[in-house]
């Protein structure tokens, strides 16, 4: 049995998609062994983890690997690069240039197999700053030089891969979306009431949340008709709670919630909203489709990679916000006035969804990934 080490910066607490791809992943890796190694200060050692995401408790080992912040090695520092010995492949979903130099350097030590995931890397700032631009330029080209250093890299969506492609020509890339954990299509539902769903991180940066508290006010203010559901944990939180709190009719906070909640705000949505200003690919995003939920997101990697046609959802110009508060209401009416035509299209949805990231699609390559480099 090929034994992995999978290394991440997130909390397997978290509610990120990293984190919910990595148990989705140690789950299901069949004849794959996975540990794994924190990139941070904290850990949770050889303890089962209940995680938010999902209803049942998983047990594996993880260990702490410290380099984010203590600028010392400890000595379980220099334990936990002692276990990377006994494993066949390294496999890091955090691309960054420390993990990345650090990890390098124990492949090459021990001689094991070592797998990056990787992005496109942005070269100038989403915000127009000379500071932002000054600061991401460098550890921009930085980053592609470390990242060209590895021979083998994992991307999950069309543009990153004609990406690494090009830029990484001497590297072995592995072109595998996300996968969906069900392993047979849901029976999808047209609830009575209209319901926009947002899941996933309130992070105010890359998530916009802040700016999807924006949208909601205005469309409620538009529409009270239309009920907006939140799910998830982070930076944001407050913005999310007072956005309840003067809106108590129209919008639910539900916070983190295991697997059994979260189907159930899948199952009586009609919308998902998904404001992202970039995605590697968006878990969150295919879930909903797989429940056959039409979504409105900004034209940005991640999104564009799953919404091909406006049955499955529409893809707004970045960052044009007031469009989406109209295509959210222009939605309303098309679910109001033919339930029938829209509980079709949800079906539609949902079959593509499955077709093309359905687990039996996708798992046996991620497996021949890590079986396929220790030959």
């Known amino acids: 049995m090929i034994k992995v080490a999978i290394f991440t910066k997130s909390s397997i607490h978290s509610y990120s998609g990293t984190t919910r791809y990595i148990i989705n992943l140690i789950k299901n890796l069949y004849g794959v062994n996975a540990t794994v190694f924190y990139l941070a200060n904290k850990q949770d050692n050889n303890a089962p983890i209940s995680h938010i995401g999902s209803s049942e408790t998983i047990a594996y080992n993880s260990y702490i690997l410290p380099i984010t912040k203590e600028l010392i090695p400890t000595m379980s520092y220099w334990k936990a690069l002692y276990k990377l010995k006994n494993f066949d492949v390294l496999y890091s979903v955090e691309p960054d240039i420390l993990p990345v130099l650090l990890l390098l350097l124990v492949s090459k030590v021990y001689n094991k197999k070592l797998i990056i995931c990787t992005s496109k890397t942005r070269k100038r700032p989403l915000r127009k700053s000379l500071l932002r631009y000054i600061l991401i330029f460098p550890y921009s080209v930085l980053k592609d030089f470390t990242v060209s250093l590895v021979s083998n890299l994992h991307v999950f969506n069309q543009e990153d891969f004609k990406y690494a492609k090009a830029k990484y020509r001497n590297s072995k890339i592995f072109y595998i979306p996300h996968f969906l954990v069900d392993k047979k299509r849901i029976k999808v539902n047209c609830s009575k009431t209209f319901i926009v769903l947002y899941v996933g991180r309130l992070d105010t940066n890359q998530k916009q949340i802040e700016l999807l508290a924006k949208i909601v006010k205005e469309v409620i203010a538009k529409n009270t008709d239309i009920k907006f559901h939140i799910v998830g944990d982070g930076e944001g939180k407050n913005i999310v709670v007072e956005l309840e709190k003067e809106n108590k009719k129209n919008v639910k906070y539900l916070g983190t919630i295991n697997d059994i909640k979260l189907k159930h705000e899948y199952n009586i949505a009609n919308l998902f909203l998904f404001p992202s200003k970039w995605e590697d690919f ?32 529409t893809l707004i110009k970045p960052f044009e916000y007031k469009r989406m508060e109209n295509e959210i209401i222009n939605r309303y009416y098309s679910w109001k006035t033919n339930r029938k035509k829209y509980l079709e299209d949800k079906n539609k949805i949902s079959k593509i969804a499955f077709k093309k990231w359905g687990i039996e699609t996708i798992m046996p390559k991620l497996i021949d990934m890590f079986t396929s480099i220790v030959k």
């Open 282 to 313: 968006g878990i969150s995003l295919l879930e909903a489709q797989s429940r056959g939920i039409p979504a409105i997101a900004f034209n940005v990697r991640g999104p564009r990679e799953i919404i091909k046609t406006h049955t499955q959802g």
